[in-house]
């Protein structure tokens, strides 16, 4: 093993004195420290010149707000489909309960850990293998997948927000969370045990998160009587109905459920038009298996761009938000910030060597709501509907140019049909799997 030397006195002198004899990098310290990195950085031209304009909007109201939670997953997915709602129902402003969705997530995320965590310790997996200390650390954090939101969907439903509205903990979940992780901890270090009665231990583990989530979250309507006034004044009263029945009503008509997920996995080791899944990854047991098609990024274009332009609905995707954002503005660009400029260093990776050292994984999902499409058919930049509130972007809907979707966009959801014959015969095919901890496991 080579050996880690000390920064020494006359190499910290020498880093001294080379920032000292730079009156740029002299001028580039005053800016920052008194303006901060992202003013300093911002590149004036390319930020004043990405249009806000699109061939193709897709309306779909205010942007929703999802607070201090790691919910985009499940806020751009009740997204798609409430703008299914909307149109079924006649309304013009509607949205979906995402504190429910929430719940039922959470609650079947308890059983699959402690089930999962069962078989592993029945399988002889030590307590501090990587994969359980993987597991441990991973538990019961918000994000997650298209499938498993649609899994949600399919065996609870959706009730409308104001029948089971937000509490203080879905707007904020870091200590309802901190409370479920302990207790599950507690439950595994038991079911480890000498002589555990662990059918026993994951009995009263789910009880107990049970009663965590409903102190939470409030208890959840197994029924509820639906009225509504439409957007012309015209009343309807459905009567008694239940969350699911009000799924299959008000949104089934776009068959959701059956969409696939591509995602640009752009490691040379995995080839394209083959599925990748991701060992001990999802939330309802027995649900569909949380599984991608990897895909040519321009084939995700396509056909995104093929639901906005002629189906005219909202498309789900997943990206790594974090990259050249301009939060405020509400703009994505991959030149918008001049980091290498302003530091002297060069921040050139591929995506693939993003990917590959840590560089770069998916972390947050929204919903396209429009497209730019150029007289040749290509597509020049992307509207986004995002769940940051109104009081940013354009009232909360970001552009993206698409030389950033390229980059940084990782997964989107779309109707089976829209794929080439090959790739439809792929998704018959097993998937390549792949550890828990691999990057195309990241959850939005």
């Known amino acids: 093993m080579a050996e ?3 920064l020494n006195a006359e ?11 730079s009156a740029v990098n002299r001028m580039a310290m005053n800016a920052v420290t008194a303006a901060g990195v992202a003013k300093v950085a911002r590149n004036y031209d390319r930020a004043r010149l990405l249009q806000r304009r699109f ?5 779909n109201g205010d942007a929703t707000h999802q607070d201090r939670s790691g919910r985009c997953w499940l806020f751009s997915s009740l997204n798609v489909a409430r703008f299914v709602a909307k149109k079924n129902l006649g309304l013009k402003e509607f949205e979906f309960s995402q504190n429910y969705a929430m719940y039922y997530d959470k609650l079947e995320r308890v059983n699959y850990f ?12 030590p307590a501090d293998s990587r994969l359980m200390q993987h597991l441990l650390q991973d538990v019961m954090g918000d994000g997650g997948q298209w499938t498993m939101a649609m899994n949600v969907y399919k065996k609870y439903g959706a ?6 509205p937000e509490t203080e903990s879905s707007k904020n979940t870091g200590e309802m969370n901190t409370q479920l992780r302990h207790m ?3 439950a595994v270090a038991r079911m480890y045990a000498k002589g555990a009665d662990i059918d026993q231990i994951i009995a009263e583990a789910t009880a107990a998160g049970h009663r965590i989530l409903t102190i939470h979250l409030g208890e959840p309507p ?15 009263r459905d009567g008694e109905i239940t969350p699911q029945e009000f799924w299959k009503k008000y949104v089934g008509s776009a068959d959701l459920e059956s969409y696939v997920c591509l995602v640009d996995d752009p490691r040379a080791e995995h080839p394209k038009g083959r599925k990748i899944a991701i ?10 298996a949380t599984e991608y098609l990897n895909v040519p990024n321009q084939l995700m274009k396509d056909c995104v761009k093929k639901i906005l332009v002629e189906e005219g609905i909202p498309v789900w995707f997943g990206a790594d938000c974090h990259p050249f954002m301009d939060r405020e503005n509400g703009a994505w660009a991959t030149d918008l910030f001049e980091y290498g400029k302003l530091y002297d260093f060069d921040f050139s990776l591929d995506k693939e060597e993003r990917v590959r050292f840590a560089d770069s994984a998916m972390n947050h999902a929204m919903a396209f709501a429009g497209v730019d499409v150029a007289e040749d058919g290509s597509t020049r930049r992307w509207r986004v509907e995002n769940s940051w509130g109104t009081k940013i972007a354009d009232k909360g809907y970001f552009t993206m140019s698409d030389d950033w979707f390229t980059e940084y966009v990782y997964e989107v959801a779309v109707p089976k049909a829209l794929l080439p014959a090959e790739y439809q015969a792929a998704l018959e095919e097993p998937a390549i799997s792949l550890p828990a901890w691999d990057p195309m496991g990241a959850l939005a």
């Open 4 to 6: 880690i030397t000390p």
């Open 222 to 236: 197994v029924s509820f009587d639906w009225e509504w006034t439409d957007k012309d004044g015209v009343f309807h």
């Open 159 to 164: 009730v409308p927000k104001d029948l089971f």
């Open 279 to 288: 060992e001990h990854l999802g939330n309802v047991a027995g649900g569909d």
């Open 11 to 21: 190499a910290l002198a020498g880093l001294r004195d080379g920032f000292e004899a």
């Open 55 to 59: 061939s193709t909007v897709i309306d």
């Open 184 to 186: 599950l901890h507690t």
């Open 114 to 125: 402690l089930k999962d965590v069962a078989a592993l310790i029945a399988a002889g997996e």
